[in-house]
């Protein structure tokens, strides 16, 4: 598939296959329908292109290598076809034409990089923060602003606003490293029921398991209080319920906000554009 994705790069564009024997370059979605349905049948995916991808849509996508790249989509669906690709057998023909940026892992969203996991060709990524975060970073690498961020996401804006599950966990990651205790990273398992990873201090040989929620998801105190070991909760609205256990630590949002501010300067660059994005645009400067 590295050709196929070289050859992406140097046309500008992304796509998907279903070419048809005739190889007929157009943008008359009738004439194309009525030649591939004998051959493939239903086309969804070519559907939902001409459907939903249209100019101005930011498009995520990644190479055989894991290199990502956001790409902003100048042209709506059509059925694309050069010698090289007849040539090469490269099955992309349903296409639509776009401007490429390529980025480091590290400034790719956690909700964009879970968004490869499931097997689908294409998919929506609807998350507000996601869609603001992506208008951003191209805005940052046009020079310009491209997009509007959207208002619900900036209205009031926080940092906790911006960042999804996931990278809410690994800032949980990183500040308790920072206090003492060191994440055992084989824990950290979908299977790993109610808690996102076990944690150690190394003076004492502590061990405790800790959750984070986000958003309207409280935690309950009385969830963990019958546990024989310690837990470590972390909700980044601070929605705690149930009295006080001596076995259940609530970490409080400032504290990891100050950590966040403190930080800035080393922590990958997907929180220093968020935090960005808080500062009207400032950039928060690599380390």
């Given at each position: 598939m590295a050709d196929t994705?070289?050859?992406c790069l140097q046309e500008g564009l992304l796509g998907v296959g279903w070419r048809t024997?005739?190889?007929?370059?157009?943008?008359?979605?009738?004439?194309?329908?009525?030649?591939?349905?004998?051959a493939h049948g239903k086309l969804n995916t070519c559907k939902y292109i001409r459907r939903w991808v249209t100019?101005?849509?930011?498009?995520?996508?990644?190479?055989?290598q894991g290199n990502y790249y956001i790409a902003r989509v100048i042209s709506g669906w059509e059925n694309f076809t050069?010698?090289?690709?007849?040539?090469?057998?490269?099955?992309?023909?349903?296409?639509?034409?776009?401007?490429?940026?390529?980025?480091?892992?590290?400034?790719?969203?956690?909700?964009?990089?879970?968004?490869?996991?499931p097997a689908q060709t294409m998919q929506e990524i609807a998350d507000p923060t996601a869609i603001a975060y992506s208008k951003f970073i191209w805005n940052q690498r046009a020079g310009a602003e491209v997009y509007a961020l959207d208002d619900a996401v900036m209205r009031n804006p926080?940092?906790?606003?911006?960042?999804?599950?996931?990278e809410v966990e690994d800032v949980v990651f990183l500040y308790l490293q920072?206090?003492?205790w060191y994440v055992v990273p084989n824990s950290r398992k979908a299977d790993t029921m109610a808690f996102e990873y076990m944690v150690l201090r190394a003076q004492d040989g502590t061990f405790a398991q800790v959750q984070v929620k986000t958003g309207g998801a409280s935690l309950n105190r009385a969830t963990y209080r019958d546990l024989p070991f310690p837990v470590i909760l972390f909700q980044s609205s601070e929605l705690y319920e149930g009295e006080a256990s001596a076995n259940v630590t609530c970490l409080s949002r400032e504290e990891v906000e100050i950590f966040l501010e403190d930080s800035a300067r080393w922590l990958?660059?997907?929180?220093?554009?968020?935090?960005?994005?808080l500062r009207s645009g400032d950039p928060v400067p690599p380390p």
């Open positions: 994705f070289a050859y024997g005739s190889d007929t370059n157009t943008t008359d979605w009738d004439t194309y329908y009525a030649e591939a349905t004998v100019p101005g849509c930011l498009v995520w996508t990644r190479d055989t050069t010698p090289e690709s007849r040539t090469k057998n490269i099955d992309i023909g349903n296409v639509f034409r776009v401007a490429f940026e390529r980025l480091s892992i590290d400034e790719v969203p956690g909700k964009v990089v879970a968004s490869f996991r926080d940092m906790f606003s911006l960042l999804d599950a996931e920072s206090q003492g990958p660059a997907r929180y220093r554009n968020k935090l960005a994005m």
